[in-house]
């Protein structure tokens, strides 16, 4: 196995924290991961993991190697880019997780052209609501909606997302439209509960550059955007939805527009890597095309149009 081969197998098991996932993300037997990293320390002469039973850790020595490794890697797949480049041939492969709307509605419909503009290109395509672990599950990068609370990523901030209060005419038509904040605790809400820690979020508004919230009653709850855009079309409570999710369904009439002058704060949408100075070819033509389509479709250029 030539070293380039044992830096990668030795960078993702470390980014990892596992012989097993960086088996498994590498689509080879763990005894050859394994067999790799030792190689590698015997050239290095020094060890660069500590291995227990529950876990794998850097060493002193190996988290001096994993940084240089990992530069390494960048600069020797741009060098077999650089040729490539010239006729727009930029090859590898690009893992990306996204949340399961914008994944379905505005990413997946675009792929077609991006694919056609890099032959060179393949994309993995994940699209879930659910945080993941970047390193574990070899992602090369996450796009999330709303505020961050893993500090240890490098994000690009694309973009604050305006979220709307909206229901169904038929709602509407039963329960009456909200029209103050004192009318909320009369409706129903489709309640979101959290897919990463379960918690069912209030009803939230900002008045005089303050958030408030506050929680509203439901018989129904989701932990998707996709399941409380659907809840909502069905005529089942209020919710509170990002604008790009849910224009169409306003313009055509299947959606309506409440309580405009208390609505949400926007979402901050930002693309998270694993590290800022190491970003290859690949994953750079990747997530420049990302950021236009999103700049495109859920960023308004001017005020919302009610």
Known sequence: ???????????????????????????MPRSTVSTAVQELENRLGTQLLTRTTRSVRLTEDGKLFHQNALRLLVDFEDAENQFRLRREETRGHVKVN??????????????????ERHPGLDIELGMTDRSINLAEDGTDCVLRVGPLRDSSLIGRRLGMLPVLN?????????????????????????????PSTGRIEEWEWEADGREESMPLQGRVTVNSAEGAVACCLAGLGLAQLPAYDVLPHIHKGELVDVLPQWRPAPLPMTLLYPHRKHLSRRLEVFTDWLTELLNEHCFPAGPLPF
């Open 1 to 27: 196995m030539d070293r380039i081969d044992l830096f990668r197998i030795f960078v993702r098991v470390a980014e990892s924290g596992s012989f097993t996932h960086a088996a498994d993300t590498l689509q």
């Open 98 to 115: 996204l949340p399961g709307r914008i994944g379905r509605l505005i990413v997946a419909p675009a792929l077609p052209q991006f694919l």
């Open 166 to 194: 909206v229901a169904s005419p038929a709602y509407l038509a039963r329960q009456g439209t909200p029209c103050t904040l004192e009318d909320l605790p009369s409706h129903q809400a489709i309640l979101y509960a959290s």
